[in-house]
């Protein structure tokens, strides 16, 4: 007797019927689509529950700014997502570049240019990135834990630096700039929409991006396709670590002070609203259109809040429940997705084999 294999039955080898909504809002459109209603939800409760005090155009421009800080926070960490890895210390190496980019000698020296501060705060963010890229990448340590550390490391290092203490901003032509509008839109909003068109591109139209995404796929098939996947990773962390940079010079100008406590938490904020916004926290897909709508609903979700005078712990909760939701979800959509990538099983049957003589 000889085993041979022939295709299942009919039954199984018809296609499994798909309801076809549940296969659109499971496609990067149909997520995108379902966060916009879901914003779009948000904002008519605030109307009704706030009225004039949430629907007015400067507190719309109050949603924008406050969301602008985390949204160019979380645009870096969406590439380092993407790829499968998770960046911890975004919070801390913002505190860290606001420490560095107000130091006296700094200010001083920016004095007749400003854009020096700026500089200064980025080539921080860069420096920490790189520092995680390479622990992670060269030293073979795991993500977590290596951004765990510097999440501690440069919190400490901005305490030490400013001897824990705050660090006005007196360079007013900085101050000028990053509190002047365009079009009736701060600056600090132009700058958020810059960074995610910059990011969208990158991570859409280039091979850089289509390197992290299959990076965050299969790292070992990425390596094998020609991939030098340790460098790739280190350039992530460093644009993680740019991003926060930026991030720290908005902020300053927002605060006019830097400070050792600035940023934090703000990288568990900004891995939701990436999470939210439909990247995978495995890796292999990463959205950056996403990533806006999530830092705008989360920033609504406050603001609406904090409109009808709910204590912050009700926002933490409700901010917790949403971040179930959308994991839970992208666990169901990923087990779908891969369930209808592998067909029905062939049948295994057993043939008579001819008499022997």
Same mark, same amino acid.
């Given at each position: 007797m000889s085993d041979v294999t022939v295709p299942g039955d009919l039954k199984a080898d018809r296609p499994a019927r798909v309801n076809p909504a549940r296969r659109f809002f499971a496609s990067g459109a149909g997520r995108s689509i379902g966060l916009l209603i879901a914003l779009l939800v948000l904002v008519a409760v605030g109307a009704v529950t706030a009225g004039e005090n949430f629907m007015n155009a400067n507190n719309m421009?109050?949603?924008?700014?406050?969301?602008?800080?985390?949204?160019?926070?979380?645009?870096?960490?969406? /590439? #380092?997502?993407?790829?499968?890895?998770?960046?911890l210390s975004v919070g801390s190496v913002l505190g860290l570049a606001s420490i560095m980019a107000t130091i006296g000698a700094i200010q001083t020296a920016a004095s007749g240019f400003w854009p020096l501060m700026v500089f200064v705060a980025i080539a921080t963010g860069v420096i920490a990135g790189l520092l995680n890229g390479l622990i992670i990448a060269y030293g073979k340590v795991v993500a977590f834990m290596a951004t765990l550390a510097m999440l501690v490391a440069a919190r400490g290092l901005a305490e030490l630096i400013s001897d824990r203490q705050t660090q006005i901003v007196d360079n007013q032509g900085f101050l000028s700039f990053f509190?002047?509008?365009?079009?009736?839109?701060? *600056? #600090?909003? *132009?700058?958020f929409a810059i960074v995610a068109l910059i990011g969208w591109f990158v991570l859409n139209r280039t091979t850089f991006g289509r390197r992290t995404v299959a990076i965050g796929g299969n790292a070992t098939a990425a390596r094998l396709a020609g991939v030098n996947v340790k460098r790739h990773t280190v350039?992530?962390?460093?644009?993680?670590?740019?991003?926060?940079?930026?991030?720290a010079t908005m902020l300053l100008s927002r605060t006019t002070a830097g400070t050792s406590t600035h940023g934090q938490l703000y990288e568990l904020d900004a891995i939701a609203a990436v999470v939210v916004g439909g990247t995978l926290l495995i890796g292999g897909r990463g959205t950056i259109g996403g990533t806006v709508l999530g830092v705008l609903l989360f920033a609504t979700l406050t603001n609406v809040f904090t409109q009808n005078n709910l204590s912050t712990s009700v926002q933490l909760v409700a901010k917790g429940i949403i971040i179930?939701?959308? #994991?839970?979800?992208?666990?169901? /959509?990923?087990?779908?997705?891969?369930?209808?990538?592998?067909?029905?099983?062939?049948?295994? #049957?057993?043939?008579?084999?001819?008499?022997?003589?």
């Open positions: 421009l109050v949603i924008l700014r406050y969301a602008s800080v985390i949204g160019v926070v979380a645009i870096g960490v969406t /590439f #380092v997502i993407t790829a499968g890895g998770i960046d509190r002047s509008d365009l079009l009736g839109v701060s *600056w #600090v909003v *132009w700058i350039y992530l962390y460093m644009i993680a670590g740019a991003c926060a940079g930026v991030a179930v939701i959308a #994991v839970m979800l992208q666990q169901r /959509f990923a087990n779908r997705e891969a369930a209808s990538s592998s067909g029905p099983p062939a049948a295994t #049957v057993p043939s008579a084999s001819p008499p022997v003589a």
